[in-house]
């Protein structure tokens, strides 16, 4: 299988735990997003990268949020002293530059469910 | 401020039937729109998109027709299957090339046998 995988699929914590979750994204994609997603609601928006630049970030991502990208290929987001408002299917997307031009086509992952306790 | 509205749930249809599921959008900046399909366990899967400068793109049973003046879209598929149940998003994007997708809330797709 060679689309966006997540890791881990589930996590339960207890509130004020840190916690972290991977995303490894389509091997050739260079670009690479993280949106939140709670129930009854599409996804939002959180962050975005190309290869290893944080180019944009939500203002729903916190001072206790932190994502990366050290090699422009997986990314991690991280959450620090969780909250039960941070709750939420976290779900991670990519996406390389279309030959054609025009908006890229985001793939995504299953998503990483947090539960804060 | 909700940006992309998808103001019905749910919507439940008979097998071979056109389904029709509709979003609003309300930021005149948004010149790419988008419909996703999602399964449970699953993450979205892009089904069809449109530019602001076509008024409909069709993709075999699937047509998005955009109607900018109203800032309206919808998606129509024909004749509907029962591996059509699924969960609907719109989204809108403003730009091309890499760009953030607003969503709406979804509508849930239900085909009946």
């Known amino acids: 299988d060679t689309g966006v995988s997540q890791d881990p699929r589930h996590k339960i914590t207890k509130r004020g735990q840190n916690v972290t979750f991977r995303c490894d994204p389509i091997?050739?994609?260079?670009?690479l997003y993280w949106y939140r997603q709670t129930l009854g609601q599409g996804p939002e928006f959180l962050t975005y990268f190309q290869n290893e630049a944080q180019l944009e970030k939500s203002r729903l991502l916190s001072d206790r949020f932190s994502a990366e990208r050290p090699k422009g290929s997986f990314s991690t987001l991280e959450i620090q002293r969780t909250e039960q408002g941070d709750s939420a299917m976290y779900l991670c997307?990519?996406?390389?530059?279309?030959?054609?031009?025009?908006?890229?086509?985001?793939?995504f992952g299953p998503g990483t469910r947090l539960t804060v306790l | 401020d909700q940006q992309v509205k998808q103001n019905s749930p749910s919507l439940s249809v008979q097998e071979g039937r056109i389904s029709i599921l509709n979003c609003d959008y309300t930021?005149?900046?948004?010149?790419?729109f988008l419909w996703y399909k999602k399964y449970p366990a699953e993450g979205p899967t892009f089904l069809i998109s449109i530019s602001s400068i076509k008024d409909k793109n069709e993709d075999g049973r699937f047509t998005v027709f955009l109607n900018k003046s109203a800032k309206h879209l919808s998606l129509h598929i024909v004749p509907s299957q029962p591996g059509d149940s699924a969960v609907y998003f719109c989204a809108a994007s403003a730009g091309a090339g890499a760009q953030k997708l607003v969503f709406g809330q979804g509508t849930r797709l239900t085909i009946n046998p």
């Open positions: 930021n005149s900046m948004f010149d790419y």
């Open positions: 091997s050739e994609h260079n670009r």
């Open positions: 997307a990519s996406s390389a530059p279309r030959v054609t031009g025009g908006l890229d086509t985001q793939y």
